[in-house]
């Protein structure tokens, strides 16, 4: 409850396997694992892919996360093995921006890290809603998962001082975020034309595919 800069304080863990096909030869296929970085302090949520399980896969991600977020002060995570190896490969990013890494959750038991796990749970329900049975290469996912996140930063945390909900005036993520509560990406499809932009036209279905069927799942996790 300390006020604190975004994902300052952030529980971190993985999940998946996802199936994703190879952006060359369309019919190989290969195992992603889903990174969902979690602040403590605003709620906000950061989604990114992993290309495997390994220890390198997920500090790729984490790269990403820090130049995107900015390293945070503790981290929160369960003792999984990639995790721990992980967290003595940055111990040079340890001793400069002063990281702590706290495995205070038994790999065994995700009941431990519930306000990660029940924002997991929604990001795969709608996505095997929103996917169905199509597989998308690393690309396509990482764009949805990119975009699922922005959402789930819009859901309600808490109301704005002198605003009612009922008339919107409700604080999320995004505001602590952007600045404000939206990034106001256009709502609708794309003009695109060709049926190579097929896929980028799908991508944004499935988007709006887990806003309208996840709303109330997503909220009632906030």
């Not at 998946?16 to 709620?43: E, H, M, Q």
């Not at 490969?89 to 706290?102: D, F, P, S």
């Not at 995700?110 to 169905?132: Q, T």
């Amino acid at each position: 409850m300390k006020p604190a800069p975004p994902f300052y304080y952030t529980a971190i863990d993985l999940f998946g396997p996802l199936t994703i096909r190879d952006t060359v030869k369309r019919g190989t296929y290969s195992k992603a694992f889903g990174v969902i970085f979690n602040c403590f302090v605003t709620r906000a949520v950061h989604l990114d892919l992993a290309e495997g399980y390994s220890t390198d896969d997920f500090l790729t991600a984490f790269q990403r996360f820090i130049a995107i977020r900015g390293a945070p002060k503790v981290i929160y995570s369960d003792k999984g093995t990639q995790l721990i190896s992980a967290s003595k490969k940055i111990e040079n990013i340890g001793e400069k921006e002063g990281v702590i890494w706290i495995f205070n959750m038994p790999g065994d038991a995700p009941w431990y890290n519930g306000a990660s796990e029940a924002l997991i749970k929604s990001v795969k329900r709608r996505l095997c809603i929103s996917v169905g049975d199509c597989v998308l290469n690393f690309g396509e996912l990482q764009t949805a998962l990119f975009g699922i996140a922005n959402l789930m930063n819009e859901r309600p945390i808490g109301t704005k001082p002198g605003f009612s909900l009922e008339l919107g005036g409700y604080l999320c993520p995004n505001d602590l975020l952007l600045g404000r509560s939206t990034c106001f990406c256009p709502s609708g499809m794309y003009d695109i034309s060709g049926d190579h932009k097929r896929r980028l036209k799908f991508i944004q279905s499935i988007i709006e595919s887990f806003w309208k069927s996840g709303t109330e799942t997503i909220f009632h996790h906030c």
